[in-house]
């Protein structure tokens, strides 16, 4: 079933997480619901708060850039619980990223280059890898939301101040997307 997706401004996207356990009621159903809602618009990372639902539960799927970056072919992933470990000593590069709760809007992010991450997956398998380049990006993307972050609170606020009108239309459900939302307000057709 395809889900509306929560938009910038609504309370779910800043509320507290909570971790899956074994015993969480249709977690099946919810990860499918969660693909199906991200190929519908377009996405290659979703996490459930984006869907309204307050858990700690990540499906990516990068696939789609294997013909630029080509380390991402077959690349899908369930991230149940996922933990990531940061090197500091590791530098950052900024690159433009967009989401799925914020849009219309792209915006250069200064994110580390590796990460280690630790996660289960929907086969209750506990995984641990190291991982770089563009897909540590969508990783840190997606799980900043399991955290109560979106990716316009990693900009300036010197670039903030500058969307701030994209911002409040999108608080205000003045915004065009060719999925369902759901928003502060109802968006507007």
């Known amino acids: ?11 779910v ?3 507290d997480t909570e971790l899956v ?3 969480y009621p249709d977690l099946a159903q919810l990860i499918e619901n969660m693909k199906e809602t991200m190929y519908a618009s377009d996405g290659i990372g979703i996490a459930a708060p984006q869907v309204g ?13 294997a013909d630029d970056m080509p380390e991402l072919k077959d690349v899908r992933m369930v991230l149940i619980n996922p933990e990531i470990t940061i090197d500091e000593s590791v530098p950052t590069v900024s690159r433009e990223e967009g989401c ?20 289960t997956d929907e086969n209750w398998q506990t995984h641990e ?18 955290f109560k972050t979106v990716f316009v609170d990693r900009i300036s606020p010197i ?15 003045k915004v065009h997307c060719n999925y369902r939302t759901r928003g502060v307000k109802p968006a507007r057709r």
């Open 53 to 65: 639902v307050s858990v700690r539960l990540v499906y990516i799927d990068v696939d789609v850039l």
């Open 159 to 173: 670039r903030k101040q500058l969307i701030r009108t994209k911002l409040n239309n999108i608080v205000k459900g």
């Open 21 to 23: 356990t074994p015993d």
């Open 1 to 11: 079933m395809i889900l509306p997706i929560y938009l910038y401004g609504h309370p």
């Open 129 to 146: 890898q190291d991982i770089e380049g563009y897909l540590a990006r969508v990783v840190q993307h997606e799980c900043d939301h399991l």
């Open 13 to 15: 996207l800043r509320t």
């Open 100 to 119: 799925l709760s914020v849009p219309g809007i792209h915006e250069a992010v200064a994110r580390h280059e590796k990460i280690h991450l630790k996660w």
